[in-house]
């Protein structure tokens, strides 16, 4: 069984054999895992998400007709 260093190196030469775009998007995600700093919601986020948490706790579907139908329509 490899590492995690071994699977990390592996990982890196595959990401440097992708064009430069999608290694920008990997940069980028990967500062953001590695970032050391914690998000913190505003009051005003919180109170978007508050009940949507609620919502979802007791089970119910998160996912207006509007939102159905926009996402069943093919991309592109």
Do not use: C, H
Not at 2 to 31: C, D, G, H, N
Request: net charge negative; glycine share 2%; hydrophobic share 45%.
């Amino acid at each position: 069984m490899s590492t995690i260093a071994e699977r990390l190196e592996e990982l890196f030469a595959k990401v440097r054999a992708l064009p430069t775009e999608r290694q920008e998007l990997v940069v980028a995600a990967l500062a953001d895992i590695a970032d050391d700093e914690v998000y913190v919601l505003s009051d005003e986020e919180l109170a978007v998400l508050k009940p949507r948490l609620k919502d979802a706790q007791r089970g119910e579907n998160l996912v207006d007709a509007e939102t159905v139908d926009l996402l069943s329509k093919p991309w592109g």
